[in-house]
């Protein structure tokens, strides 16, 4: 599918650069003009001008990075928090008891938020030596003393999971991968619109910026409000101004939350 979308994007004349940090959003008299990008394997830094700019980029790296920006706004913007995710793959003899597509843990004894066995939501994802692919999610801050723990230390904590499960032998667990990832969660503290409503409302007067997605936004957002913002994005840049996209994500209630009947 993203491969399908670079090609349309290619064939439309788009440019996409990989490899790429955007580092700063330019601003001209509360105008986006331009960006300033690294090339990650060259280290060579671009400035590039633009008529819009469309973020999706980490919204307090985004905001920092703006020098017209209230020194109010930008305390605000300090106050922005996320969690980040530490990903153990861990490789297992195909498991029958172990078969949820993913499952949340709220056992207090164990360290893991959610599992996933990848075979069980594919047959295609089953590893070509046979073995399947769990991964176990851990949630902490970036750089805590949960971050900085070896990969020997996070390793063993998801084995010792496992093991409290009691639904696999550790003769079973064939090797295990750690992936960290900085920041994967907007994190809204009890006064959180109190720090994002001025935010939102100081970048609602870059008539040529717009900020969608889940990082971009600060917003917790799934996949499809992120789709969403960018269709919405799209519309507000063709002309219709009557579109908010910040709007998108903020039902009352909680969206996975149905009663069958
Ligand atoms: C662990 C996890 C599980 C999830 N599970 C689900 C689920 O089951 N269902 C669901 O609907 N949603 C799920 N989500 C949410 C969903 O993934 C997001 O809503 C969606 O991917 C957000 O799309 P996006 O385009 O805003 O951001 P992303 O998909 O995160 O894309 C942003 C891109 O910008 C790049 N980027 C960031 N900063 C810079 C920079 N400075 N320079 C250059 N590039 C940069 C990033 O590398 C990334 O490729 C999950 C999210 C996580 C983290």
């Not at 670079?6 to 331009?34: C, F, P, S, V, Y």
């Not at 793959?89 to 990848?118: A, W």
């Not at 046979?130 to 949960?146: R, T």
């Amino acid at each position: 599918m993203y491969e399908n979308i670079a090609k349309h994007i290619q064939d439309n004349g788009g440019i996409i650069n990989l490899n790429t940090e955007l580092t700063k959003i330019i601003t001209r008299e509360h105008m986006a003009a331009g960006v300033v990008i690294k090339d990650k394997l060259t280290k060579q830094t671009i400035i590039k001008d633009f008529d819009i700019i469309v973020s999706t980029d980490n919204f307090k790296d985004m905001l920092a990075s703006m020098d017209e920006l209230p020194t109010a706004i930008k305390d605000n913007v300090e106050r922005l928090e996320y969690r980040s995710t530490i990903f153990v793959y861990v490789e297992i003899n195909p498991n029958s008891i172990l078969n949820d597509q993913y499952c949340y843990v709220l056992e207090p004894k164990m360290h893991t938020g959610r599992y996933t066995n990848f075979a069980s939501w594919s047959k295609d994802l089953k590893l070509s030596n046979n073995k399947d692919m769990l991964v176990l999610e851990y949630w902490c801050k970036f750089n805590d003393g949960f971050w900085n723990q070896s990969d020997k230390q996070l390793s063993e904590l998801a084995i010792n999971d496992l093991m409290i499960m009691n639904c696999i032998d550790r003769k079973d667990i064939y090797r295990t991968t750690i992936v960290k990832y900085k920041d994967t969660y907007p994190f809204y503290p009890l006064n959180s619109s109190s720090i994002l409503d001025p935010i939102y409302d100081e970048t609602k007067k870059y008539k040529n910026l717009y900020f969608i997605g889940r990082c971009g936004t600060h917003k917790y957002n799934n996949q499809d409000h992120s789709i969403l913002m960018g269709l919405l994005c799209a519309d507000r840049i063709k002309g219709d101004d009557s579109i908010n996209v910040w709007a998108v994500n903020t039902d009352p209630t909680f969206q996975e939350e149905r009663l069958v009947d």
